[in-house]
Nanobody, 118 residues
C-alpha cells in the first residue's frame, strides 16, 4: 500500500511559478502528475520512472519539470511560466510495477488546487 500526500498548490498570476510536492510512503516504480481543470476530465501532465526517464504532456513541455528525490521519496513538479489554462486540481499518482504504471497507476493522492489568474 502506498500513500501519497500532495502539497504546494495555491494561487498565482500568469507568468509565475509554483512547485508541487508529493510525499510517498512506500516503494514506487513510477510516479506522475495529473491535472483536472474545472468541469473537465483528468489528464496526464508529466511522469517519471525509477530509471529517471521522464515524459511530459504537450501543453507543459518546456515549462514544467518533474523530478524525484529518491532518498526522501518525494516527487516534485516545478511549474514555470504558468498560464490560466494550467488552473485545476493536480493529483499525484504512483505505480509499484511496470504493469501497474501502464494500466493507469494504482495509487492516487487527494489533490492540490492550482489557480492561475490572468
Amino acid at each position: 500500500q502506498v500513500q501519497l500526500v500532495e502539497s504546494g498548490g495555491g494561487s498565482v498570476q500568469a507568468g509565475g511559478s509554483l512547485r508541487l510536492s508529493c510525499a510517498a510512503s512506500g516503494y514506487t516504480y513510477c510516479m506522475g502528475w495529473f491535472r483536472q481543470p474545472p468541469g473537465q476530465e483528468r489528464k496526464a501532465v508529466a511522469g517519471i520512472v525509477n530509471t529517471g526517464r521522464t515524459k511530459y504532456g504537450d501543453s507543459v513541455q518546456g515549462r514544467f519539470i518533474i523530478s524525484k528525490d529518491n532518498a526522501k521519496n518525494i516527487l516534485y513538479l516545478q511549474m514555470n511560466s504558468l498560464k490560466p489554462d494550467d488552473t485545476g486540481m493536480y493529483y499525484c499518482a504512483a505505480g509499484v510495477s511496470e504493469d501497474d504504471c501502464l494500466s493507469g497507476f494504482g495509487y492516487w493522492g487527494q489533490g492540490t488546487a492550482v489557480t492561475v489568474s490572468s
